[in-house]
């Protein structure tokens, strides 16, 4: 009861006291006049005072209670609700985008969040039906949104589902919007409490441990058959090599000789591959490594492949010869490949006459970059989003692993790789490596 309502109780009770004091006294003046047999004018205008007082009493009595009885109940009662400032104020700072509807399906409140996760505003969407307030575009998230605040009145218990939320770039959020019913003292549902969380990030971390348990079994395949492989090559290899030393070089069988060895060298650099990939995440120690040191050495070691295809080989730095903490063996592995695929990439076009293959050094002060760019026939843009994928190939003779494995040795070096590449311009990888920071391998 406020202040104005306690103020007029109390004259209320006032007044009905002092009536009934006036009545009594009237009475009593009349009565001992008429025991001495008089007439006592004073009396009777007193009684007659006092009896007015008591019907003025009475009805202002029921002119209170009539006035009581249409003046409209609280919210609380009438099944409606409202939000304070300060309760309003932390539905803005929990994180999460809230709705909060009447049992029409009116919203009543909006956070930021919400507004901001379906690019809203805040005057459309206040005491508007929840089916009219999303845009063009969330149609499915409306309809489920609108289900779930319906079924949840309907059975007053507590509902959730998800739905993909389409972003103007063509991606998807994966939204998980909860209905929860809002009740008063007596238990009655007053309307519902919608919750929407952004759960990709969550999703996408259950794809990438999905994709490890599923790349960590085929590892070990790999591993497991590539060295039951080899050690049988290895003896064949053996007597290959015995039998080409008693033939003849201009017998046929000397040429045959020649072609399963070249085989068998195919066969050895594909289980080398997989022997590649089953080692990866293998904890290998990281060092001090000068990466000019490291480039010039990769340069000298494919310098000799180039010559033989008619490619030129061009070191293209600054002159430094940056300090990084990594696994040397790794790095030089990611060039070395990289290298080759651009060697052979321009060896197979008829366009390029030998191309030019350039190894590029670049340091600033907070990381390292290193280049492998070819003038060969370029990657198509359709594939360009798959090559780091394992088992993707356009080679007729690939595993699809190399782009794979590099692209995994970097990340264990805390960097990043990407490609750069147009139809007849040409490739180029783009590896960055942070600087002077102690690397903890994934």
């Not at 929407?196 to 990030?201: A, G, K, W």
């Not at 049988?232 to 020649?258: C, N, W």
Request: aromatic fraction near 6%; glycine fraction near 8%.
């Amino acid at each position: 009861m406020t202040q104005p309502e306690r103020t007029r109780s109390f004259f209320l009770r006032l007044s009905t006291a002092l009536s009934g004091c006036a009545a009594f006294v009237g009475i009593g003046f009349a009565w001992d006049s008429s025991l001495d047999g008089q007439r006592s004018t004073g009396g009777l205008l007193v009684t007659g005072l006092a009896v007015a007082w008591l019907l003025l009493s009475v009805y202002w009595h029921a002119v209170r209670s009539a006035q009581q009885s249409t003046v409209t109940p609280p919210p609380a009662e009438r099944g409606e609700f409202a939000l304070t400032a300060e309760c309003k104020a932390l539905l803005h700072s929990i994180g999460l985008g809230i709705v909060v509807v009447d049992r029409h399906s009116h919203i009543l409140f909006a956070n930021r969040d919400f507004l901001n996760m379906f690019d809203a505003e805040q005057e459309r969407v206040h005491n508007e039906p929840l089916r009219n307030v999303l845009l063009a575009g969330h149609g499915a998230s409306l309809s489920l949104s609108q289900r779930l605040a319906d079924l949840c009145l309907q059975t007053e218990e507590k509902q959730a589902a998800s739905f993909d939320l389409p972003l103007d770039d063509g991606q998807f959020k994966h939204i998980q919007v909860s209905a929860s019913p809002i009740r008063n003292r007596e238990g009655q549902a007053l309307g519902v409490l919608l919750v929407y969380q952004d759960r990709t990030s969550d999703r996408e971390m259950e794809e990438h441990m999905r994709k490890n348990a599923h790349l960590e079994t085929v590892s070990q395949m790999a591993a497991s058959i590539a060295h039951e492989v080899r050690n049988p090559m290895t003896s064949v290899q053996g007597f290959l090599q015995l039998m080409g030393r008693e033939i003849d070089p201009a017998h046929t069988h000397s040429k045959y000789l020649h072609v399963m060895e070249e085989d068998l060298k195919r066969i050895n650099s594909i289980i080398t591959e997989y022997l590649n990939f089953s080692r990866m995440g293998t904890h290998d120690s990281f060092e001090d490594v000068w990466i000019g040191t490291l480039v010039a050495n990769v340069c000298t070691l494919i310098e000799s492949e180039a010559n033989l295809k008619g490619i030129s080989l061009d070191l293209i730095g600054d002159g430094e010869n940056p300090l990084l903490i990594a696994n040397p063996n790794r790095l030089k592995q990611v060039l070395i490949n990289l290298a080759r695929n651009a060697m052979e990439a321009m060896s197979e076009d008829e366009q390029s006459q030998g191309g030019v293959l350039r190894l590029g050094l670049t340091s600033t002060r907070d990381e390292i970059c290193l280049t492998v760019s070819d003038t060969g026939p370029g990657i198509p843009a359709s594939e360009l989003s798959d090559i780091f994928n394992p088992f993707y190939t356009t080679k007729k003779t690939g595993t699809g692993l190399g782009l794979f494995v590099c692209n995994k040795i970097i990340r264990e070096h805390k960097g990043t790789i990407r490609v750069q590449s147009e139809p007849d311009h040409g490739t180029t990888f783009f590896i960055h490596l942070p600087k002077n920071r102690l690397f903890e391998a994934d």
